[in-house]
Nanobody, 130 residues
Framework: QVQMMESGGGSVQAGGSLTLSCTVSGSTFGDLAMTWFRQVAGKEREGVSC???????YYSDDVKDRFTITRDNAKNTLYLQMNDLRPEDTAIYYC????????????????????????WGQGTQVTVSS
């Protein structure tokens, strides 16, 4: 039903910037909330940022004020602009969707947790050196 592919990963020095892209197939992209996850080697996958249909934007505390999530519905593309990168940002980054228009439900933030997501990209590696 939905297919997606990440790109834009690579190696940068601490303090540098990088922009990730996720191209999504299908005509329903504009109706979907989209989320960026990342997974550090040996650790659990964690939510980084989510953008809803409206679009409202949500960020984890670790990346707030450094990362910016955007979408271009005409291009069926999701972006993550990452500034002031740190070595602890090193991870595989994934885009994903729950096939829902929203990131939050009442006062809860289900976008942060991977268990209920329906579709995932293959991931792109980001490496930040000191």
């Amino acid at each position: 039903q939905v297919q997606m592919m990440e790109s834009g990963g690579g190696s940068v020095q601490a303090g540098g910037s990088l922009t990730l892209s996720c191209t999504v197939s299908g005509s329903t992209f504009g109706d979907l909330a989209m989320t960026w996850f990342r997974q550090v080697a040996g650790k659990e996958r964690e939510g980084v940022s989510c953008i809803s249909k409206i679009p409202a934007k949500y960020y984890s505390d670790d990346v707030k004020d450094r990362f910016t999530i955007t979408r271009d519905n005409a291009k069926n593309t999701l972006y993550l602009q990452m500034n002031d990168l740190r070595p602890e940002d090193t991870a595989i980054y994934y885009c994903a969707t729950r096939l829902s228009p929203t990131c939050i439900i009442r006062d809860r933030a289900p976008w942060r947790f991977p268990s209920d997501y329906n579709y995932w990209g293959q991931g792109t590696q980001v490496t930040v050196s000191s």
